[in-house]
């Protein structure tokens, strides 16, 4: 993602292309996501600027800014991919060249083009697009004074840049605010809120030359290492924007040099000195660290979760305490009566598996009453008929037994009827 150098880089092209410029024609197609997402449109952008001249560009953190003659004014941020492109002139930087590398140089309008434009008058004509292949970037309209660009949002609910504002961003705000939270020192660094432009790689190589910990919780930091974390964020900052984002021109002794290999075949995993480079999560991004130069020296996020875990613990109650009468509270009982009754299951059927080798078992003791019983009715005198309150029909699977006379005759009988 570009940050705060490559920002710097595409201010310093601007500056140098279009400042004093008056814009002609315009292009710019809809997008829902680069323009629709920060309340404006491409037809809307496309008519803010035409006819206007550019008498500024201003650049905070990730943001930055077209200065025109009146408002609105155009405000921009390049998201995960995007990039400003003009024509015949090499703007992209050593990466951004490599990630866009078979891409046709000579087209234009380029490739992924969210909007270009040309000047009008004066010579030589410029032409400038901006480029965004995956659409995390953002173009919108800020109405205001020009010079009230960074009152408005969204760059008021921005912390203040360390290359811009040096008279801001001082040891002692850098002080108050790590005091005030209590997140990773890595996270405070990511957060736009506290400080503007500083990105993965740019917190990664700040912690490397302060030589601190990204996991370990940010108040949790002693003055000398808050100074020389200051240090750090004041020299990468500017050292990066100085050379404008070029890591051709970065530092031999920069992890940046380095960092690029997870997951790639062949790649580095140490550095120069044997070092070892590892990687892992913090705010939910990934991040370069040498164990061996920065060494956890207070509270970090696996510590914290180990003590959760033991809180959670410690926190839940026991089978008889009574629980809280809330939604929650009532959830947490119902999974604790069922484990209770699971219990109490267990132990009945022991108790009963007890008791059924005392006695004897179901089946035993069927058999043996009944034979208990016949015996009883053997020795019983038998009792006398009784009236049966049926009818004296006979059943349909009892059949009569007739006699042999009998059924002659019924014969007769029947063949005597057929011959009359």
């Known amino acids: 993602m570009p940050e705060i150098a490559e920002v710097a880089r595409v201010v310093h092209f601007l500056r140098l292309h279009l400042v004093g410029k008056t814009i002609g024609k315009v292009a710019a197609p809809d997008d829902a996501n680069v323009f629709g997402k920060v309340g404006t449109s491409g037809p809307a952008f496309a008519e803010a600027l035409a006819g206007k001249t550019v008498v500024g560009v201003g650049s905070q953190g990730k943001y930055f800014w077209l200065a025109l003659s009146s408002p609105p004014h155009a405000v921009m941020h390049l998201g995960m991919t995007g990039w400003v492109q003009i024509r015949g002139v090499q703007t992209g930087y050593t990466r951004y060249l ?47 004074p020009g010079q009230d660009i960074r009152k408005h949002s969204p760059l008021v609910e921005n912390g203040p840049d360390p290359v811009v504002d040096r008279d801001v961003f001082t040891e002692a705000f ?156 009532k959830k947490k009982k119902k999974a604790t009566n069922g484990n209770n009754n699971k219990a109490k299951t267990k132990t009945k059927t022991k108790a009963a598996a007890e008791v059924e080798e005392e006695r004897p078992s179901k089946k035993a003791r069927t058999a043996k009453s009944k034979a208990a019983k016949q015996e009883e009715d053997e020795a019983k005198p038998a009792p006398a008929p009784k009236a049966s309150r049926k009818s004296s029909k006979p059943k349909k699977e009892e059949k009569t037994t007739e006699t042999p006379s009998d059924l002659g005759r019924r014969r007769s009988a029947r063949l005597g009827g057929v011959s009359r």
């Open 98 to 144: 490599e990630r866009t590398k078979g891409h046709d140089a000579e087209a234009w309008p380029p490739r992924y083009w969210k909007f270009h434009l040309e000047t009008e008058g004066g010579d030589p004509k410029v032409e400038v697009a901006f480029t965004d292949s995956r659409r995390f970037g953002r173009i919108r309209l800020v109405d205001c």
């Open 174 to 329: 850098l002080r108050q605010k790590m005091r005030s939270r209590h997140v990773p020192v890595k996270a405070l660094l990511l957060d736009q809120s506290t400080v503007s432009g500083i990105g993965n790689w740019v917190g990664d190589e700040i912690l490397y030359q302060a030589k601190l910990h990204p996991e370990q919780y940010c108040d949790d930091f002693s003055d000398a290492d808050i100074a020389t974390l200051y240090k750090a964020v004041r020299y990468v900052c500017q050292t990066a924007v100085d050379k404008l984002g070029d890591s051709d021109e970065f530092p031999a002794d920069w992890l940046f040099k380095h960092r690029w290999g997870k997951g790639k075949k062949d790649s580095p995993t140490t550095l120069p000195s044997g070092d070892k480079i590892t990687h892992i999560t913090v705010g939910g991004r990934t991040s370069c660290v040498v164990p061996s130069v920065q060494k956890k020296r207070g509270r970090t996020t696996i510590d914290d979760d180990d003590v959760k875990e033991e809180e959670e613990e410690s926190a839940t109650p026991a089978p008889d305490e009574t629980e809280s009468r809330f939604f929650d509270g």
